[in-house]
T-cell receptor, first 112, second 113 residues
Framework: DTAVSQTPKYLVTQMGNDKSIKCEQN?????MYWYKQDSKKFLKIMFS???????INETVPNRFSPKSPDKAHLNLHINSLELGDSAVYFCASSQQRGQPQHFGDGTRLSIL | QKEVEQDPGPLSVPEGAIVSLNCTYSNSAFQYFMWYRQYSRKGPELLMY????GNKEDGRFTAQVDKSSKYISLFIRDSQPSDSATYLC?????????????FGTGTRLLVSP
């Protein structure tokens, strides 16, 4: 039973397209996150939501828009995809802020 | 200067060796410290979560925190080939209201049979 699940696992698309990544957690956690892992494997936070409310927006271009329909789901929509958006995007959740975060297996986004 | 420094490796050891992985940090506001293990094409998996200075042991893993030196370590005893992965340190603190987890760049560990 997967705790934090992301779909799709792989996403290959053309520059300029719009795409969405979905994330669901069944841990009953209040806080969810999106991270970007670049080609050098460095993980950097993008967004944090607590009970559907945006807490952190880490200077991410406004082409990226997170949406949390309920506290178990946090989706990421990306408009006008650029080559530099190619990366692995990870969703995570924690019981509360400051608590250990549990990660999904990532969505590998490749822009052609 | 990065907030969290971690040697990227790779660190190659023979099976059965004791492995020492380390991170240094610059911000004294960090209060909680974590170690994650990441296998290829998988998400980071939490190994250890510590708060205070000192040692915390869990099976073959020991996490050590020295807040006065701003230095944390993860020791792996009796290392196994299945321990081959990237190990990420991460920390969180009062500077961001415990909202933002800051990661090191990760150390790649290779344990040969």
């Amino acid at each position: 039973d997967t705790a934090v699940s992301q779909t799709p696992k792989y996403l290959v698309t053309q520059m300029g397209n719009d795409k969405s990544i979905k994330c669901e957690q069944n841990l009953g956690h209040d806080t969810m996150y999106w991270y970007k892992q670049d080609s050098k494997k460095f993980l950097k936070i993008m967004f944090s939501y607590n009970n559907k409310e945006l807490i952190i927006n880490e200077t991410v271009p406004n082409r990226f828009s997170p949406k949390s329909p309920d506290k178990a789901h946090l989706n990421l929509h990306i408009n006008s995809l650029e080559l530099g958006d190619s990366a692995v995007y990870f969703c995570a959740s924690s019981q509360q802020r400051g608590q250990p975060q549990h990660f999904g297996d990532g969505t590998r986004l490749s822009i052609l | 200067q990065k907030e969290v420094e971690q040697d990227p490796g790779p660190l190659s050891v023979p099976e059965g060796a004791i492995v020492s992985l380390n991170c240094t940090y610059s911000n004294s506001a960090f209060q909680y410290f974590m170690w994650y293990r990441q296998y290829s094409r998988k998400g980071p998996e939490l190994l250890m979560y510590t708060y205070s200075s000192g040692n915390k042991e869990d099976g073959r893993f020991t996490a050590q925190v020295d807040k006065s030196s701003k230095y944390i370590s993860l020791f792996i005893r009796d290392s196994q080939p299945s321990d081959s992965a990237t190990y990420l340190c991460a920390m969180i603190g009062t500077n961001t209201g415990f909202q933002k987890l800051v990661f090191g760049t990760g150390t790649r560990l290779l344990v040969s049979p």
